[in-house]
């Protein structure tokens, strides 16, 4: 009898934590959605160009980057490009058009690079000033654009598309990846760079990637996996470690774990 009591207690104790836990999530996740989007202030939208477009030699700071050597922090989408191409399969004897969805494009130097080797290129973003962005590129193939150089004095660039890009495979459209359309289709590539831990609901995103990728396709993740609580909320989070156990209680363990049930790893 004391057993049936305390187990009952211990149940109510739980149902009331994980009630108001749910409860909790579903506030943040309100209160997250109508904050305003950071990503959609011009300033953004400039650095955003210098980072993806951006190269160390053509600015101010160029002593600076070579002194630190982080110049490798330059043509990272580029990278994220070539590595999708390298890691995802090429049928041969296939007549299907290859597809590629960059999920968090931003200013879209992936998307634009994916159009190299696939035949159809996605790039969605939440941001309306990012995707106004990426459309102007695609239309104009260069674009001024200014950063700080220091205080108040502001160093102007021109990015140019590169003759390998193909613009006419690329398409961009604002989009939420924690609830994409459900007419997006299959793609033999799916890119999410740096994206997974500035969702409100990362897990929503994740839940969906198995309908998303094609059968040998791939899904490529980069993060740093920062879960910065001006994007996630943490009542969230913490739902998710009650649900994946306190073992997964480091963010990338529990994206691997996530992922993992729908994916093998190649890299
Ligand atoms: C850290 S940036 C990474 C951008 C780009 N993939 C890169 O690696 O440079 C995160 C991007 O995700 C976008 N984003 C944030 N929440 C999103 C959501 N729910 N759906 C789609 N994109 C989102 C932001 O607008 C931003 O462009």
Same mark, same amino acid.
């Given at each position: 009898?004391?057993?049936?009591?305390?187990?009952?207690?211990?149940?109510?104790?739980?149902?009331?934590?994980?009630?108001?836990?749910?409860?909790?999530?579903?506030?943040?996740?309100?209160?997250?959605?109508?904050?305003?989007?950071?990503?959609?202030?011009?300033?953004l939208v400039d650095e955003y160009m210098y980072l993806h477009y951006?190269?160390?030699?053509?600015?101010?700071?160029?002593?600076?980057?070579?002194?630190?050597?982080?110049?490798?922090?330059?043509?990272?989408?580029?990278?994220?490009?070539?590595?999708?191409?390298?890691?995802?399969?090429?049928?041969?004897?296939?007549?299907?058009?290859?597809?590629?969805?960059?999920?968090?494009?931003?200013?879209?130097?992936?998307?634009?690079?994916?159009?190299?080797?696939?035949?159809?290129?996605?790039?969605?973003?939440?941001?309306?000033?990012?995707?106004?962005?990426?459309?102007?590129?695609?239309?104009?193939?260069?674009?001024?654009?200014?950063?700080?150089?220091?205080?108040?004095?502001?160093?102007?660039?021109?990015?140019?598309?590169?003759?390998?890009?193909?613009?006419?495979?690329? /398409? *961009?459209?604002?989009?939420? +990846?924690? %609830? !994409?359309?459900?007419? #997006?289709? /299959? *793609?033999?590539?799916?890119? +999410?760079? %740096? !994206?997974?831990?500035? #969702?409100?609901?990362?897990?929503?995103?994740?839940?969906?990637?198995?309908?998303l990728v094609k059968e040998n396709g791939i899904l490529v993740l980069?993060?740093?996996?920062?879960?910065?609580?001006?994007?996630?909320?943490?009542?969230?989070?913490?739902?998710?470690?009650?649900?994946?156990?306190?073992?997964?209680?480091?963010?990338?363990?529990?994206?691997?774990?996530?992922?993992?049930?729908?994916?093998?790893?190649?890299?």
């Amino acid at each position: 009898m004391v057993g049936t009591y305390t187990v009952a207690a211990i149940s109510g104790s739980c149902g009331f934590l994980l009630g108001g836990t749910l409860y909790g999530y579903y506030l943040c996740c309100k209160a997250h959605k109508k904050k305003k989007n950071v990503y959609e202030t011009s300033k953004l939208v400039d650095e955003y160009m210098y980072l993806h477009y951006g190269s160390p030699q053509a600015s101010t700071h160029a002593d600076w980057y070579n002194n630190f050597q982080i110049k490798d922090g330059f043509d990272f989408p580029l990278r994220c490009a070539i590595f999708c191409d390298k890691y995802c399969p090429k049928e041969p004897r296939s007549t299907e058009s290859r597809r590629a969805l960059d999920i968090g494009c931003a200013v879209g130097r992936s998307t634009f690079e994916l159009s190299q080797y696939f035949e159809e290129v996605i790039g969605i973003d939440y941001s309306q000033a990012f995707i106004d962005q990426c459309l102007l590129l695609k239309e104009k193939k260069i674009l001024d654009f200014s950063i700080v150089s220091e205080g108040d004095i502001y160093e102007k660039h021109t990015t140019t598309l590169s003759s390998s890009v193909n613009v006419d495979r690329v /398409k *961009f459209q604002v989009g939420d +990846a924690c %609830n !994409l359309p459900k007419t #997006l289709g /299959k *793609f033999d590539c799916v890119l +999410a760079a %740096n !994206l997974i831990c500035r #969702l409100y609901d990362s897990m929503l995103f994740i839940k969906r990637l198995p309908e998303l990728v094609k059968e040998n396709g791939i899904l490529v993740l980069t993060a740093p996996y920062t879960w910065l609580t001006s994007f996630t909320p943490k009542v969230g989070l913490l739902f998710y470690y009650i649900l994946f156990s306190f073992l997964m209680i480091l963010g990338e363990g529990m994206v691997i774990c996530a992922v993992g049930t729908f994916f093998s790893f190649l890299h």
